[in-house]
């Protein structure tokens, strides 16, 4: 996050008017992920992955106005954690907010700030379901996600993005949340899974049985959404509708184009053949790799960026099967190896041509101050998600359990959780032997199997 944006110190109608509508294109983001996921989990769970993304919407909705909010970016801790002065929105007023005093206040009312935030404090722990999918009980999945916006999300975006916290006053660099979403919602993930038991850990079957994504459609469909959101939550970093944000923009762009190309090449070259899957993954990671630095490099660093994030993300994803570690949609090698790539790329790449905020790099004659600042976040950010989310997943479990059991696994998230089918294959079956012999059909065994497959 920006944190100031670097223009006058006056509220400007016009940066108003381009944060709340980044903010809306962010808030985009989390439907676009839900049919990004959907579309790789069998059939018999794409409600269930679009629930457990929906729900996010309501449940950090509320919990962000009345007490996260405050505690990522109210009166200070020792630089650890906000306080609850602003709960419930109370005392929001220019003059006691974080940044809106001294040189690079910002340019938009605190409230603005609000909803824009909010946008990410929301996407974050929806990452998190393409790690654990087809898995999850819905209502400890509910559970867990309050709890972690408060000891996780809040926490760390406190340290990152509030001018107060530890992180931010060490110098390390984050303009769009590759520490505090990427990476914070990566090692959220992983924290659930080795929080269950290790016979229970993975998907029945995995990975002897081949799991392939049920509608590639809905994937890449997905994936378009979230490039689109993915300007508001880039470019609207900038904090204004200023020459900042146009770079984050274009850089934004560039480094998703280049690592398209490098992942389907990548594919190519390993197995003879580019795919569709491939070419959507290529373009989530280098929106992923690109979010933290995309307003502190020019336009070289955000290709090779781009470049670094596709080739590596790509080959990174055999990995979880070397571990034993059932990551369902490659949620590790985007999101966590793709924001270690962007947060540490600043610290070789980062240029203050343009950002006067931000650091030269190793590359730029910055020395390697910047870089060690770089390792530092990364390092404890994933420490700390990793440590707390295992506690937090732990404690679900063992009152409420996470776990689904195996029928129903079995079943599907749709049936078991949700009483729902995304195809009513029964119906369909129905209305074509009707039309074919006049009769009305009853549930035919074959039917039944296709709405559990």
Known sequence: ??????????????????????????????????????????????????????????????????????????????????????????????????????????????????????????????????????????????????????????????????????????????????????????????????????????????????????????????????????????????????????????????ATAAAILAWIAVEKLRNGKSTTLGGASGAVAGLVAITPSCGFVNLLGATIIGILAGAICALACSVKFRLGLDDALDVLAVHFVGGVIGALAIGFLGTTAFNSFGADGLLYGGGGKLLYHQAIAVVCVALYSLVVSYILAKLVDKVMGLRLNDEDEQLGLDLSQHDESAYDFESVLGSVHQTLTGKTSGTTPASTEEVKS
Not at 26 to 45: D, E, H, I, S
């Open 1 to 254: 996050m920006a944190a100031f944006a670097p223009d006058k110190g006056n509220i400007s109608n016009g940066d108003n008017a381009w944060i709340l509508a980044s903010a809306a294109l962010v808030l985009l983001m989390t439907p676009g992920l839900a049919l990004f996921y959907a579309g790789m989990v069998r059939r018999k769970n794409a409600l269930g992955m679009l629930m457990q993304n929906w729900v996010v919407l309501g449940i950090v909705g509320v919990l962000w106005v009345w007490l996260t909010y405050s505690l990522a970016f109210g009166n200070d801790l020792n630089g650890l954690v906000g306080g609850v002065h602003f709960a419930g929105l109370a005392n929001i007023d220019k003059e006691i907010v974080p940044g809106y005093v001294g040189a690079g206040a910002q340019t938009i009312d605190p409230i603005v700030f609000v909803v824009f935030q909010m946008m990410f404090a929301v996407i974050t722990p929806a990452l998190i379901t393409g790690m654990t999918a087809d898995r999850l009980k819905f209502g400890a999945y509910c559970v867990f996600i309050v709890l972690w916006s408060i000891f996780v999300y809040a926490v760390v975006a406190h340290w990152v993005f509030s001018p107060n916290g530890w992180l931010y006053k060490l110098g390390a660099l984050d303009f769009a949340g590759g520490t505090v979403v990427h990476i914070n919602a990566a090692m959220g993930g992983l924290g659930i899974l080795l929080a269950l038991r290790k016979t229970k850990r993975n998907r029945a079957g995995w990975p002897k049985m081949t799991m392939k994504p049920h509608n590639l459609p809905f994937t890449v469909l997905g994936a378009g959404l979230l490039w689109f959101g993915w300007f508001g939550f880039n470019a609207g970093s900038a904090l204004g509708a200023n020459n900042l944000s146009a770079h984050a923009f274009v850089n934004t762009n560039t």
